[in-house]
């Protein structure tokens, strides 16, 4: 009998053994896995066939770049859980602050001149367009801690939803990197692969950068000239309007508003007229807009309660940077506020100037 219990405790022992160590080795296995060899998935293998192809690649080279990129789980994660989730009233404090907003200023006053000529060339506010860079970058300095490969890869190899998207980008983005003269193995961005000031995709970057210095080099990651120039092609190419309005808070008739309006999207649907049909209307009355104009209706969930705004067209286009209406409501009072600061500054110098000039 005790030769049998001594049997069955020793085997207790080794089986106990046999889980601890298989646990102890979970840990490494799964790390090795997250990290993973790309250069063994046909997504990949299929990837670097169309560059070798397509544009004449070095075989050699391309295998050697992505034998080092590793799966980010925590890219995953953040996709999962974007600022754009939350509600207005705890998304707006996220950008809308007095250090945004005396930092735009300082980056508008450093700027001055670039910012003109971006306005003067692709018709585009300089509010907005350092509203955009304070949005994304808070004027350049925080451009991302991930490498853009290592995001791109996680994201076109193992994010199913998105995979068709994120490998097209992954695909740019080492073109990108050779058209610009930058060592994708070391260029950073955002979890979602975008990069520099303006957080430009590759698919953007490609497309919508200018060298706005003109000094042969079209860089986005440390040059605020090209990025401001950037900016303002890219809103350009998206159908901004010049001196056109954005947005602007709407006044309700209860009696014949329909609520289904505020659910129909970003682009622009109905006639401002066909809006006050529905029971949307500007609140200022005096404002010389036309009424045939197509506006998207928005309901936000505001600190004090439900807000009603009209969206014009250039309020989609800035959407078209981020396809979100808590973006671009942000980008948009952000730049009001920036605007209104420097205004408040300019007014300021200009009556110290005036006094001392007297004295």
């Not at 890219?75 to 907003?101: C, D, L, Q, V």
Request: proline fraction near 4%; glycine fraction near 6%.
């Amino acid at each position: 009998m005790k030769s049998t219990v001594k049997k069955l405790v020793s085997t207790f022992w080794l089986i106990s053994c046999f889980f601890i160590i298989s646990s102890s080795l979970q840990p490494a296995a799964a790390q090795a896995k997250a990290e993973g060899d790309y250069l063994e998935r046909k997504e990949l293998i299929a990837l670097l066939d169309e560059l070798e192809k397509e544009f004449q690649f070095n075989r050699n080279e391309i295998e050697t770049l992505f034998s080092d990129v590793k799966r980010k789980d925590s890219i995953i994660k953040a996709m999962n859980r974007p600022a754009e989730g939350k509600p207005w009233k705890e998304y707006r404090p996220i950008f809308i602050t007095s250090k945004r907003i005396k930092k735009g200023v300082a980056f508008w006053e450093k700027n001055l001149e670039t910012l003109k000529r971006a306005e003067a060339t692709f018709g585009v506010p300089a509010e907005i367009i350092v509203a955009i860079i304070g949005v994304e970058t808070f004027y350049g300095h925080n451009k991302g801690s991930y490498r853009v490969i290592d995001a791109l890869a996680t994201l076109g190899f193992d994010y199913p939803k998105r995979s068709k998207f994120f490998s097209n980008e992954l695909k740019n983005f080492v073109v990108l990197s050779r058209e610009a003269g930058l060592d994708p193995a070391k260029v950073k961005g955002s979890y979602a692969g975008a990069m520099g000031y303006p957080q430009f995709i590759p698919t953007s970057y490609r497309h919508y950068a200018v060298d706005f210095d003109d000094d042969g080099i079209t860089d986005l990651i440390d040059n605020p000239v090209d990025a401001i120039g950037s900016v303002g092609s890219y809103f350009k190419a998206h159908g901004w309007q010049t001196d056109g309005p954005v947005v602007f808070p709407a006044t309700v008739n209860k009696d014949i508003y329909d609520d289904s309006v505020t659910t129909l999207g970003l682009k622009p649907s109905f006639t401002l007229t066909e809006l006050s049909k529905k029971g949307l209307s500007f609140k200022d009355s005096n404002l010389n807009i036309d009424l045939e104009q197509k506006a998207t209706a928005l309901k936000y969930q505001g600190k004090k309660g439900e807000e009603l705004w009209l969206g014009l067209k250039n309020f989609y286009v800035i959407t078209r940077y981020n396809h979100s209406a808590l973006y671009a409501m942000a980008v948009f009072q952000l730049s009001e506020a920036i605007k209104e600061k420097m205004s408040g500054q300019q007014v300021a110098r200009t009556v110290n100037k005036e006094v001392t000039t007297n004295k």
